[in-house]
C-alpha cells in the first residue's frame, strides 16, 4: 500500500517577497542591523575550493600545465544538481595527500623550462635571491590572486632558502619547485576567500575588493583564474562600480575561455555525464554502438555553445532551433532528419527536419539517455522535463515498492503498455505528472532515431500536461511541446534559477528574492538572452556585496 | 652534490603492465613503530561492501555449514570454518532515518546513525523550503571510529584505508565511511595511484626516500604557517572548514615518517593494472583484483589496520558482461525484477556468485599469509556489509552480512546464527569489541545495546 496524499512539492521559482528596497549606498545609519542586510538581498558568501575542473584550467593558466593533473582528485560531491557548489566542497584527509602530491608533479614539470616562469630575471647575471623574490611576487600574486604580504613572500623564500641549501638539491629550480609545490597547497590557491572590504556600506554589508571581485568573476564566468586584464583592473581598483564590472563580464564572455563556463554547465544541467554510460540492447536496435557517445554529447555541446556565444544567445533557440551540429557519422545516424550531406569526422552545423526536431530536447543524446535499454521511457523523459526544464520537486517512490519496466509486448506499443500501468490508481498520482510528457517524445525511440510506427502500429505522440504553472493542455509531439516550454515563465525562471546555482555555488534563500527578481526581469527584457542573464548575474547584490565577516559563532549555532 | 631525480622513485607504475620491485632491507627503513617491533601481529579490521541486496531465498549455509554446493557461496567451501553467517540482522535505524532505501542502507551501513537532514541531495528545485531531502550521514562510521582509536596506541603509515572499485560518483548513495557526522571519506579508487601511494616507499635508493620526506616536511610546514595566518581572517563557520583541511595536513606530515614495515610476508604485489580504463565497466574485475592484492599487502606491510573495499555503491549499475550468462543490463536494473522473474533471478544469482568468488579470492590471499601460528586472516575480521537485504523491496532487514577470520580469537567462527531480528547497531558494537575498542553502545543507542551474543567465543 501506498502512504496516502503523497504531496507533489511544485517550485514557483518567482519571487517570494516584493519590495525589497533597490539599491545600496545611500548613506543610510550603519548600524549592525541583520535586517538592513535581508531587506538588501545580501547573504554571508562562504569560502569555496577550487574543483578538479576549475584546478586544471587554474594550472594551465598559471603555469601553462594543462595535463589535467587535478583529475586524479577525488571527485566533487554532487550536490544540488551541481558539483561546485560551496556547501558540499569539504576536504578529507585522501584530497590533502592527493593535493601534495598533485602540486609535486606540477612543480616538477614547471621547472623543466626554468626560462620560461622567469622571464625577466637571470640567476647567473641577477643573483639567486633576486630572481627568487621576483618569482615569488610574481607567481605568488597570480597563484593567490592578489599581492602577497611581505610575510607571505618572506615565507615563501624561506621554503626557497630550504631546497637550496640541502645537501641533496641545492639547484635554483629546486627552489623554484618548491615554492611552486607549497603555493599550490596554500588554502589561499586551493580556496576562494571573497571576505569583503572592511568598510560597510550599509548595516554589515561590505562590497568586495577589486582583487576579489576579479576572482569572483573568473571563476563564475570562466571557471578559472583571471587573465592580466581582470588582474590590471584590480590592481587599479576598477572592479568596483555596477558598470565596471559589467564591461569585464561583457568582454569575458567574447572570450574563447567562456566556452569551458557553457559547456560544464550544460553537462551537468542536461546531465550530459549520464551519457557516458548509456547502453543499449542491439539486438533491439543495431544502429547503436559505443562510438556513438561521445558524438551524441558533442552534438549538444557544440549547439549549445553556438547558440550562446555566437548565435542569438536565446533560450527560444535552445529549445526550439531547427539546427544542430554533427559529422558524418552522426547524420548518418540520424538520416532522413538532416537535410544535406555531412562527410568527414569534422562537426558542422546542419539543417534538421523542423517537423521532426527542435533545439537539445529532441536530440539522440538526450533522448537515448533517458530510456530503457530495450524501449523508450516516457517515466524518465518526463521526469527530466519536469526536474530539469521546470524545476518541479518530484517525491522518491515509495521505499518497499517493486518498480520494473514492463516486459516488451510485440502487440502493443510502448505508450499503450505505460498507460497500462499509470492507471494503476497507486502510480498514477506521480505519474501522471511524467508518463503523459514522455508520451509526447514518443516517435523518439530508445536511442532517440524517429519513428512513426512501432509493433505495426502508429505512433500517437500525444500528451496531456496538467499541473503546470502556465502551459497545461493536449501536445502532439515533441516541437510542439518545446516551443511551449520557450515560452513558459516557469520554464524562464526555471533556467534562471540553474543559473543561479551554478554560477554563485550554492542554492537560493529566501533572502535571494530581490537578487531573483532583478534576474528575470533581466532575463525577461532581453527576450531570454543567456548572455544577457550572465551579465545579469553580475550585478546582483548577492553577487556584489557580502555580510561583514562574522568572526563568533552565531548564537544556537555548532560549538 | 648528489642529486637524485624524483622520477626515479616512480618506476614501479608502469600503467597497463605487470609491476613488481625487488624488496631491500635497510635499515634506513626500518619501521618507527609496528608489529615488526612489538613481536606479535596485530588485529585488524576490513570492510567489504557490495550493493542491491542479495538472493535472500538461497543465501543461508547448510547446517553443517558444508558450502562446497552452495549456490552462491561455493568458492568459500575451503574457508567454511573461518566464517560466521550472520541471519537475522536487522538495519533498524534505517526505517527511521529520513532518506531513500539505498541513501539509508549505505549512509547508515557503518554509522548506524540516521541520516542528516538537507537539500543537497535534491532534483529539480532544490532551494530553500523544498527540505524533502537529504544530506550526508550523520555519524561517525565504525571503521573510522576504530582507527581513531588505534591511532591513539600507533602511528602507522595510513590511519585508515578506503579503496574503492568504481564508486565514481560523489554523494549519500556512494559513501560508507564518515569521519564525523556530515564528513564522508571518499575512497581511493585508481590503483595505478595506490600503487605509487603505497608502495613506492620500497625504492631501491634510501637516500632519495629521506630527501622527499625532507622535502614535504619543509613545504608542508609553510604550507601550515599560511592556514594559521589564513584562518585568522575567516568568519566562524569557514574556520570550522579550514580547522579540518589543516588537520588533515598535520596528520599527514605526522605519518610521513613512517616507512613500510618490512614483515616477513610484505613485499610489493605483482599487479596487472589495469591503466587508465579502471573506471571502464568492463574493467571491473581487474580494477576489483588489483585493489585486492594491494589491500592484502598493505595489512600484510602493516601500513594500516583498518580497511575497506567497496565495489560500486548502492544503486550500481555496472553491468556483468563478463559472467556470460548474465543479460547485459545494469546489477540495479536487474535487482529490480519481481521475484517470478526466472531470468532475472538467475542473473542476481550469478552476480552474487560472482562477488562470493571475490571474497573468496581475498579470504585466501589473507588466510595464505602467515603471521607467526596464525595467519593474517585468523588476525582480521573482515566484515562483508550490503546496504539491503534485496533488491526488489529495498528492505534493509535481514542484510546479509558474512564475518570471515576470528580477529585473534574474538570470534567463534565456523557458524551460522539466525538472530531472529536483532538491529545491525549491536554488530558494529561487536566489532569494537572484538577490535579492543570496545564501546557500549554505536550510533543510536536504542538499536546498539552492547554486542550481539553468540558471535565470540
Avoid at chain 1, 525577461?524 to 548577492?542: E, G, M, P
Avoid at chain 2, 532551494?127 to 571510529?145: A, I, K, L, T
Avoid at chain 2, 596506541?153 to 564518515?178: A, I
Avoid at chain 2, 622535502?215 to 595566518?229: I, Q, T
Amino acid at each position: 500500500m501506498l502512504p496516502q496524499g503523497i504531496k507533489i512539492y511544485l517550485l514557483l521559482a518567482a519571487v517570494f517577497l516584493v519590495g525589497c528596497s533597490g539599491s545600496i549606498g545611500g548613506g543610510g545609519e550603519l548600524a549592525i542591523n541583520d535586517d538592513v542586510a535581508k531587506s538588501l538581498c545580501v547573504v554571508d558568501t562562504p569560502i569555496r575550493r577550487l574543483t578538479r575542473f576549475e584546478y586544471n584550467n587554474t594550472v594551465r593558466d598559471l603555469l601553462g600545465d594543462a595535463t589535467g593533473p587535478a583529475d586524479v582528485l577525488p571527485p566533487e560531491e554532487e550536490v544540488a544538481g551541481f558539483n561546485n557548489q560551496a556547501a558540499a566542497l569539504t576536504s578529507s584527509d585522501l584530497l590533502i595527500e592527493q593535493y601534495m602530491k598533485v602540486a609535486e608533479d606540477v612543480g616538477a614539470r614547471a621547472v623543466l623550462d626554468i626560462d620560461a616562469l622567469l622571464p625577466t630575471c637571470d640567476p647567473g647575471l641577477d643573483g639567486n635571491d633576486t630572481c627568487a623574490l621576483t618569482f615569488i611576487r610574481d607567481f605568488g600574486r597570480r597563484a593567490f590572486r592578489r599581492p602577497l604580504s611581505q610575510i607571505e613572500v618572506e615565507r615563501l623564500k624561506g621554503v626557497f632558502d630550504w631546497a637550496v641549501t640541502d645537501p641533496d638539491l641545492g639547484r635554483f629550480e629546486d627552489g623554484i619547485q618548491v615554492v611552486i609545490e607549497a603555493a599550490l597547497q596554500s588554502p589561499s590557491f586551493l580556496y576562494r576567500p571573497e571576505l569583503g572590504g572592511e568598510t560597510p556600506v550599509e548595516g554589515d554589508v561590505v562590497p568586495f575588493t577589486s582583487w576579489e571581485m576579479a576572482t569572483k568573476l573568473s571563476y563564475m564566468l570562466w571557471n578559472t583564474m583571471p587573465d592580466a586584464a581582470l588582474f590590471a583592473a584590480a590592481e587599479a581598483d576598477e572592479l568596483t562600480t555596477k558598470e565596471q564590472i559589467a564591461a569585464q563580464a561583457t568582454r569575458m564572455l567574447d572570450d574563447d575561455k567562456a566556452r569551458d563556463l557553457i559547456r560544464n554547465f550544460h553537462t551537468q544541467w542536461l546531465l550530459l555525464t549520464h551519457l557516458d554510460s548509456v547502453t543499449k540492447d542491439t539486438s533491439v536496435y543495431p544502429a547503436f554502438d559505443d562510438s556513438l557517445r561521445p558524438l551524441w554529447t558533442e552534438e549538444i555541446q557544440a549547439f549549445v555553445e553556438y547558440v550562446i556565444l555566437e548565435g542569438d544567445g536565446s533560450l527560444r533557440t535552445l529549445l526550439t532551433a531547427d539546427y544542430s551540429f554533427m559529422n558524418e557519422q552522426l547524420a548518418s545516424f540520424y538520416g532522413d532528419d538532416v537535410t544535406g550531406s555531412v562527410t568527414g569526422p569534422e562537426f558542422r552545423q546542419v539543417q534538421l527536419d523542423p517537423d521532426r526536431r527542435a533545439g537539445f530536447l529532441t536530440s539522440a543524446g538526450l533522448m537515448a539517455t533517458h530510456a530503457n535499454v530495450n524501449q523508450s521511457s516516457p517515466v524518465f523523459r518526463g521526469k527530466f522535463v519536469r526536474e530539469q526544464l521546470m524545476c518541479n520537486t518530484l517525491p522518491l517512490p515509495p521505499n518497499d515498492l517493486v518498480i520494473e519496466p514492463p516486459e516488451l509486448d510485440p502487440e502493443k506499443t510502448t505508450k499503450e503498455q505505460f498507460e497500462e500501468i499509470g492507471a494503476n490508481p497507486a502510480c498514477a498520482g506521480c505519474h501522471t505528472l511524467m508518463n503523459p510528457i514522455g508520451f509526447i517524445f514518443e516517435n523518439y525511440d530508445g536511442t532517440g532515431q524517429w519513428r512513426d510506427q512501432q509493433n505495426g502500429k502508429d505512433i500517437d505522440a500525444t500528451g496531456e500536461v496538467v499541473q503546470t504553472d502556465d502551459i497545461d493542455g493536449v501536445y502532439d509531439g515533441a516541437v510542439e511541446l518545446a516551443i511551449a516550454l520557450a515560452g513558459s515563465t516557469q520554464v524562464q525562471e526555471c533556467v534562471s534559477s540553474q543559473w543561479f546555482r551554478f554560477a554563485y555555488n550554492r542554492t537560493v534563500t529566501s533572502e535571494d528574492s530581490c537578487s531573483v527578481e532583478q534576474l528575470n526581469d533581466v532575463f525577461r527584457a532581453s527576450d531570454f538572452n543567456i548572455r544577457a542573464l550572465l551579465v545579469a548575474l553580475t550585478q546582483t547584490n548577492a553577487f556584489l556585496y557580502r555580510r561583514a565577516v562574522d568572526l563568533q559563532p552565531e548564537a544556537g549555532g555548532a560549538q | 652534490m648528489k642529486r637524485i631525480k624524483r622520477r626515479a622513485m616512480l618506476k614501479g607504475t608502469i600503467l597497463g603492465g605487470t609491476v613488481a620491485i625487488g624488496l631491500p632491507m635497510l635499515d634506513a627503513m626500518l619501521p618507527r613503530t609496528g608489529a615488526a617491533q612489538t613481536g606479535t601481529a596485530p588485529k585488524r579490521i576490513v570492510f567489504w561492501f557490495t550493493a542491491n541486496g542479495t538472493r535472500q531465498d538461497i543465501w543461508s549455509p547448510p547446517g553443517n555449514m558444508d558450502l562446497s554446493a552452495h549456490p552462491l557461496h561455493a568458492a568459500l567451501a575451503p574457508l567454511s570454518n573461518k566464517l560466521i553467517f550472520l541471519d537475522g540482522v536487522d538495519q533498524e535505524v534505517a526505517y527511521d532515518s529520513i532518506g531513500d532505501g539505498h541513501q539509508t542502507g549505505i549512509a547508515c551501513a557503518l554509522t548506524n546513525a540516521e541520516i542528516l537532514p538537507g537539500t543537497l541531495f535534491c532534483e529539480g528545485s532544490c532551494d530553500e523550503g523544498q527540505e524533502q531531502y537529504v544530506g550526508w550521514g550523520g555519524g561517525q562510521s565504525v571503521d573510522q571510529y576504530i582507527a581513531d582509536e588505534i591511532a591513539k596506541d600507533v602511528v602507522t603509515k595510513f590511519k585508515s584505508l578506503e579503496l574503492g572499485v568504481q564508486v565514481k560518483s560523489s554523494s549519500v548513495w556512494s559513501r560508507m565511511s564518515y569521519s564525523a557526522p556530515d564528513q564522508p571519506v571518499p575512497p581511493r579508487e585508481d590503483p595505478n595511484q595506490n600503487f605509487t601511494d603505497f608502495f613506492s616507499d620500497i625504492e631501491s635508493d634510501p637516500f632519495a626516500l629521506k630527501l622527499i620526506q625532507r622535502k614535504r616536511k619543509s613545504v608542508l610546514d609553510a604550507v601550515m604557517e599560511d592556514h594559521a595566518a589564513f584562518q585568522n581572517r575567516l568568519g566562524y563557520d569557514d574556520k570550522q572548514k579550514l580547522d579540518k583541511h589543516l588537520q588533515s595536513i598535520r596528520d599527514l606530515e605526522t605519518r610521513l615518517e613512517v616507512t613500510t614495515n618490512f614483515g616477513e610476508a610484505c613485499a610489493t604485489p605483482e599487479l596487472n593494472l589495469p591503466g587508465s580504463s579502471f573506471q571502464q565497466n568492463d574493467m571491473y574485475p581487474v580494477t576489483g583484483k588489483a585493489q585486492m592484492d594491494m589491500l592484502v599487502m598493505a595489512l600484510a606491510c602493516d601500513l594500516t589496520r583498518v580497511a575497506s573495499l567497496q565495489w560500486s555503491r548502492s544503486v550500481s549499475g555496472v553491468r556483468f558482461n563478463w559472467v556470460p550468462q548474465v543479460l547485459d543490463e545494469s546489477h540495479h536494473g536487474l535487482s529490480h525484477y519481481d521475484d517470478g522473474n526466472g531470468s532475472a533471478k538467475a542473473d542476481l544469482l550469478e552476480i552474487n556468485k560472482w562477488y562470493s568468488e571475490q571474497f573468496a579470492y581475498l579470504l585466501g590471499l589473507m588466510d595464505g599469509i602467515q603471521e607467526g601460528d596464525n595467519t593474517l586472516l585468523d588476525n582480521t575480521v573482515v566484515v562483508w556489509v550490503n546496504e539491503l537485504g534485496k533488491g526488489n523491496t529495498h528492505t534493509r532487514r535481514d542484510i546479509p552480512f558474512i564475518l570471515a577470520g576470528g580477529c585473534q580469537g574474538y570470534f567463534n567462527t565456523g557458524q551460522h546464527i539466525d538472530f531472529g531480528g536483532e538491529p545491525h547497531g549491536k554488530l558494529l558494537v561487536s566489532l569494537t569489541h572484538a577490535m579492543g575498542k570496545p564501546v557500549n553502545s554505536f550510533g543510536v543507542s536504542q538499536y546498539s545495546q552492547g554486542p550481539l551474543s553468540g558471535l565470540d567465543t
